[in-house]
């Protein structure tokens, strides 16, 4: 994709995101790989109103070139398109949001996973979501805790396409925006159904996972 065409898309996805309410503010970003470098949305941006312009452009060695100061998250970014390259080499867009129903779902602690297997299209969609601890924004420890866990999870015969940041939000990749972003719109509708299920949700049983294994190619 050329960098033109990776502006344009980072600045559809950002408004899409910000008009369905899965972005407010300024919290979110997204970044895209590039054949010889990066792009990423600016500091303190609001994914509603981005600029192509103004994106910030950085070299394969994370230098910026141009366009506004690259979001404190490039870090995590780049961690995540090196870990997840092992696995997914096509890897490249991602996205982080502060996502309403994901967030609250690790307000009263922090589980290993953010969610079970609660629907199939969870399963095949996005898979297990491991979830780091808090740490402040743009925090490097984070970016460490994101790398190992997908390493973890792919030695596993389990890549993963998202990790959950407690009490900020999800990270989710993928090979194009438009695939990120319907990879986050499966986890976060799944994170609003538990929240509407309450304690009485149930996953689903072995059997039917095994099924999606076998049908879908379900990475779980």
């Not at 303190?44 to 981005?50: H, K, N, R, V």
């Amino acid at each position: 994709m050329s960098d033109a065409k990776a502006r344009e898309e980072i600045c559809r996805i950002g408004a899409s995101l910000f008009a369905r309410g899965y972005v407010h503010a300024t919290a979110g970003n997204i970044s895209m790989r590039l054949d010889d470098g990066f792009l990423i949305t600016p500091s303190d941006a609001c994914l509603g109103f981005l600029d192509p312009a103004r994106l910030a452009r950085l070299d394969s060695k994370l230098q910026q070139s141009s366009g506004d100061r690259a979001s404190k998250t490039l870090a995590l970014h780049a961690s995540i398109y090196q870990a997840a390259a092992q696995f997914d080499p096509a890897t490249r867009c991602v996205i982080h949001t502060h996502s309403t129903h994901c967030v609250a779902l690790t307000l009263q602690g922090s589980p290993a996973e953010l969610l079970p297997a609660l629907t199939p299209y969870f399963v095949m969609k996005v898979g297990h979501v491991p979830v780091i601890d808090y740490h402040r924004p743009g925090a490097p420890q984070a970016a460490n805790q994101v790398a190992q866990a997908i390493l973890r999870y792919g030695a596993l015969g389990t890549p993963i396409r998202a990790v959950m940041l407690s009490r900020l939000g999800p990270n989710v990749w993928h090979d194009s925006p438009d695939a990120a972003m319907a990879t986050l719109e499966e986890l976060e509708e799944t994170a609003r159904l538990a929240m509407l299920a309450g304690t009485q949700t149930l996953p689903l049983a072995e059997a039917q996972i095994e099924e999606l294994r076998r049908q879908f190619g379900a990475r779980w």
